[in-house]
């Protein structure tokens, strides 16, 4: 009997397992994309690009009881120009398909999946590169864990817990609390 291992990442409460394809999940999920790019009337050509790049990342699907399920596919290939550092793509939804409004959520993704000291960003693009289809979000993150961006802030981790007061403001803080297994020693 041929068994396979399940491929996990994890960091803190964030815990994904890798999703492994049959082919005949493989060729539905061909078809669908192939199908809805045709309704837009994009042609062959990038079709066929589109088809290949997905071929080339893998599928990840939280497990983390009592939290929002999120898929999220990574590509090594982080869509930059030639002078720009080695990047990974990182394409991310609920499986449920509403909006993500929880930042923490998201840089617990990043770090299970990528590294808590790689960095990365989120982009808000030019009107004419715009591409809002879905409920669905883009990290793109630094492969090399020592390169940092040459922006935002540089003076170390600093997090603050709901009612605190603001140190450079005076007024209360408003966040969310952090949940259990998301405190942290700062």
Known sequence: M????TKTRSWKWMKFEQVEWNPIQKLAHENFIRH???QTETSQ???EEVLENEKKGSTWISVSPGHP????KIYEDGMTLHD?????HLS?????KKPIKDWRDL?????????PENEGVELFPAEDRLVDNANQYHLFVLKDNFQRFPFGFFEGRQTSEAGEINIFTGNQINQR???KEEKVSQ
């Open 177 to 179: 609390p952090f949940r």
């Open 107 to 115: 840089q617990a993704i990043k770090n299970a999946l990528v590294g």
């Open 2 to 5: 041929e068994t396979t291992q």
């Open 36 to 38: 809805k790019l045709e």
């Open 84 to 88: 720009w550092p080695d990047m990974f």
């Open 69 to 72: 399920e999120y898929q999220v």
């Open 92 to 96: 991310i939804k609920r499986v449920d």
């Open 45 to 47: 050509s990038v079709i």
